[in-house]
């Protein structure tokens, strides 16, 4: 919320108002607390990523990986916080900002080839009334070549393995070519090939000067993949360059040290209990 | 003349000699409230809301009412002048108007009510829609019943429409007519001009949201558009067809194509097909089922072949068997295409599995049991036709020789099983007498790509678990 509502009484402490001078970061979350049904998943999250790094955000299960990337792509509501890309609201800044959503969320039986979806990532670019002509097609089989599946581009998506399909998502983004990437998960279940597609790309968009901020499963590869880490768990435990923030302390404290009371507070918010 | 000549005269006759003007406009208007169905209908079934169509077909009923309602008090309140007056039924421009103010509005309120009622109701979204769509239905029911004075529409016509009697001698087009046809331009008009947007907010919402694409917006158009569509098709062709309508025809076309323009134009074109198809069958069948009891005492006073059966009911049972024959017949997810894969599959496999028997008998007479060699089924003599057209056999089919080329497939496949029974033994801790049965199901999906990675792995091993010689693919 970018205004205080003088009636709130909350809203007399200073920590709600949005940052005096925003920061031009690629991301930058001043503040942010995120609920499902009154029950809040993320508390208090501060963040600014840093430019041309490729980071990986990690976290138990259930620890708000996915929804901190919804919540700051406005994807789920905020019931505090500002978000700003670039130092802009979403708004203004989404022709800059890349989603590569989890896998599973789509279905994959819609009647629609990889080269189609790696093309809905130019829509913005095609604009409205517009058909997909043969420049943007060229376009996506360039996207489509550089995850190595130009041979594939006229499959049907069902058709694709998952290590393909997550190589066409990842097409997709690359086809709407942002500054910042946001990606869910790309390196679920996918096969060596995938994997090394995959972070042949991050290692291309680092280059280039992009952001990545990757949500990471696979522990063992953090160090070898990712400059910076965010870790996770309902709230930001510890966020830094890799060889600093990833260290066994940090983790014990992400994966063990679940905070019981935020849970317990969660849940008495969820039933609307008082003081008493 | 022979019954079956009899017969087919007997088509001719009342598809050609006896179709009238009448037919014609049947036709036509039934396939334009079809057509202008299938195209939001595609995108109901394919965002997987199919049970949306059926519940906005129900819920515009209250919005149609409300629609008379407020046109007849309009007239009688003397607001505006009673255009229809002299008309005995109280169509005009400010009823049929409203009509369709009501159908957006309540598309919207469908949509709107059975999200609240999913989240507020613990319930799961089909749960909320039948909660939601039988109320406003009743309500419809209702109204109809406490309006009766103001209210001319008859629930019966809702339901099954009467397409029969769309046109009268001497009209022009046909009104239902033209309403389906402008529904059905509005809507290719849309289809065409929103096309990426559906398509992205189809597939991928989350997606569609982060390009700046309003999917909610998407989503309750989707809804106004359907309910538009269906009151300007519920007067002819009534509710339950407008149901099959928006489902079975995109239904069919998605099980013949796997491009989404291609699927929309499929699905118009099996609406069409089932509205010409539909009113035929419905001239037709009856006097067919009837005619070997033409002498039949009950029958005798009747003229079986001025009778027919609904044209409505024939459509939506036409519909229901173009979807069954895709089902049978379609190219890719057929089940015919289906069976018959696996057949080719099963013969494919028993003959490497034939390749396989005679080289290892080749090999050692000893590993062999004799009764595999002297095998006379179906299967194996399919088998020996399959290999000896690829020259892999030569020979009678109870004793096949391999050929020099049969002889490298057969080195192919043994390669493959002791590679595999190998793989096994080194990573699983089986007994030998296990691997066999594992292996001779694995060894026929291992090209040569696969069979290298696996010998690569294991440091090209020269002899499976049992010590037999594992072949190369080539011989030196």
């Excluded at chain 2, 613990?122 to 909660?131: D, N």
């Excluded at chain 2, 099959?244 to 194509?257: E, K, Q, S, Y």
Aim: aromatic share 8%.
């Amino acid at each position: 919320m970018s205004t205080t509502n003088p009636s709130d009484p909350a809203a007399v402490e200073p920590t709600s108002s949005p940052p005096e001078h925003p920061s031009s970061a690629p991301l930058a979350i001043h503040d942010m607390t995120v609920a499902y049904h009154r029950r809040p998943v993320l508390w208090d999250i501060d963040y600014d990523a840093p430019p041309g790094k490729l980071v990986a955000i990690i976290g138990p299960n259930g620890s708000g990986k996915t929804t901190f990337i919804k919540a700051a792509l406005d994807l789920v509501p905020r019931i505090s916080g500002d978000v700003r890309f670039f130092g802009e609201p979403y708004r203004q800044a989404r022709t800059r900002v890349g989603y590569v959503p989890q896998r599973g969320s789509v279905d994959w039986d819609f009647p629609v080839s990889a080269l189609d979806v790696v093309a809905m990532g130019l829509y913005r670019k095609i604009g409205w009334f517009r058909p997909v002509t043969r420049r943007y097609r060229q376009q996506a089989l360039e996207c489509l070549d550089r995850v190595g599946m130009a041979d594939l581009a006229r499959r049907q998506i069902s058709q694709l393995s998952g290590g393909q399909q997550q190589r066409v998502f990842l097409a997709r983004a690359l086809a709407q070519s942002a500054d910042l990437y946001l990606m869910d998960e790309p390196f679920a279940g996918v096969d060596a090939a995938t994997e090394r597609a995959i972070v042949a790309v991050l290692h291309e968009l680092r280059q280039s000067g992009k952001t990545a901020l990757v949500v990471h499963h696979d522990l063992q590869t953090v160090t070898e993949y990712f400059d910076h880490v965010l870790l996770l768990n309902m709230r930001l435990v510890a966020t830094g360059p890799t060889r600093d923030v990833f260290t066994n302390e940090n983790l014990r404290a992400t994966y063990g040290g679940k905070l019981a009371l935020l849970d317990q507070v969660g849940h008495r918010m969820t039933l609307g209990q008082g003081n008493q | 003349m022979t019954p079956q000549l009899d017969m087919l005269t007997t088509i001719k006759t009342i598809l050609l000699d006896e179709w009238f003007l009448l037919d014609t406009w049947i036709v036509v208007t039934a396939a334009l409230a079809a057509m202008g169905c299938a195209i939001p209908g595609t995108f109901l079934v394919l965002r997987r809301q199919s049970m949306m169509g059926d519940a906005l077909t129900h819920t515009v009923l209250p919005g149609i009412v409300g629609a008379f309602i407020i046109s007849h008090a309009m007239k009688t309140s003397g607001w505006f002048a009673a255009t229809g007056g002299e008309q005995p039924y109280a169509f005009d421009a400010i009823t049929y108007t409203m009509m369709f103010v009501g159908a957006v509005a309540i598309g919207a309120l469908t949509a709107v009510l059975s999200e609240w009622v999913q989240r507020q109701g613990r319930v799961e979204s089909s749960a909320a829609l039948g909660i939601v769509y039988t109320s406003l239905f009743a309500v419809g029911l209702l109204m109809i019943r406490l309006f009766a004075d103001s209210v001319h529409i008859d629930p019966d016509c809702v339901l099954y429409g009467s397409v029969e009697t769309v046109w009268v001698t001497g009209d022009g087009v046909p009104r239902a007519a033209l309403a389906s046809g402008g529904a059905l331009v509005l809507n290719t008009l849309l289809v065409v001009a929103f096309f990426k947007e559906l398509r992205v907010s189809t597939f991928d919402p989350d997606l569609a949201i982060s390009l700046g694409i309003n999917s909610t917006a998407i989503h309750y158009g989707l809804m106004a558009i359907t309910a538009v569509t269906a009151v300007a098709a519920f007067e002819s062709v009534g509710n339950i067809l407008v149901i099959a309508m928006l489902i079975v025809p995109p239904a069919t076309a998605h099980l013949l194509t796997d491009r989404l323009w291609l699927l929309i134009v499929l699905s118009v074109t099996v609406a069409a097909a089932s509205a010409w198809l539909g009113h035929a069958f419905a001239l037709i069948l009856p006097t067919l089922l009837l005619t070997p009891f033409a002498d039949a005492p009950l029958l005798r006073s009747v003229n079986i072949t001025s009778l027919d059966a609904s044209t409505a009911g024939m459509m939506a049972t036409t519909s229901g068997l173009l979807f069954l024959l895709a089902l049978l017949l379609g190219p890719r997810h057929g089940l015919v295409i289906r069976r018959l894969h696996r057949g080719f599959l099963a013969i494919r496999i028993a003959a490497e599995d034939l390749l396989g028997v005679i080289y290892r008998n080749q090999e050692d007479p000893e590993t062999v049991n004799p009764a595999i060699l002297t095998d006379r089924s179906l299967t194996r003599r399919l088998a020996v036709w399959w290999l000896r057209r690829r020259g892999l056999v030569t020979g009678s089919s109870t004793s096949p020789v391999l050929t020099s080329s049969g002889h490298a497939s057969a080195r192919q496949l043994v390669r493959a099983h002791r590679l595999w029974e190998s793989y096994m033994a080194h990573h699983f801790n089986v007994p030998a007498d296990h691997l066999h049965e594992m292996a001779h199901r694995v060894e026929h999906f291992l090209d040569p790509e696969l069979r290298d990675q696996i010998a690569e792995e294991l440091d090209g091993p020269q002899r499976d678990p049992h010590g037999r010689e594992i072949p190369l693919d080539e011989p030196d």
